[in-house]
Nanobody, 121 residues
Framework: QVQLEESGGGSVQAGDSLRLSCVAS????????LAWFRQAPGKEREGVAM???????TYAESVKGRFTISQDITNNTVYLQMNALKPEDTAMYYC???????????????WGQGTQVTVSS
């Protein structure tokens, strides 16, 4: 059973930076891709960034050039460095583990509990 625990959310001003962390357990890193999704009130959950076990990354268009996903395989941790934050980045951010390299989750995707990011103008 894959377990994911996020941390690092908070309230910041527009233009600030935050780094989210997610510690994964109960999985083999070379079997899963790790990702970040987010969900704003009244909106559907959307994929933000994903990193494959071999290091390939993919991003949503809305965060390209501002967000960077990375992983520390030794510590089973995935990070999301968020720079130049905008009010529209405000959402609950979820860590996810999937066997598919895709920002579209499926029924086999594992989820963390989420960490709130709030960006004020």
């Amino acid at each position: 059973q894959v377990q994911l625990e996020e941390s690092g959310g908070g309230s910041v001003q527009a233009g600030d930076s935050l780094r989210l962390s997610c510690v994964a357990s109960g999985y083999r890193y070379n079997k899963y891709c790790l990702a970040w999704f987010r969900q704003a009130p009244g909106k559907e959950r959307e994929g933000v960034a994903m990193i494959a076990d071999y290091g390939s990354t993919t991003y949503a268009e809305s965060v390209k050039g501002r967000f960077t996903i990375s992983q520390d395989i030794t510590n089973n941790t995935v990070y999301l460095q968020m720079n130049a934050l905008k009010p529209e980045d405000t959402a609950m951010y979820y860590c996810a583990a999937s066997k598919r390299y895709s920002l579209r989750p499926d029924e086999d995707t594992y989820w963390g509990q989420g960490t709130q990011v709030t960006v004020s103008s």
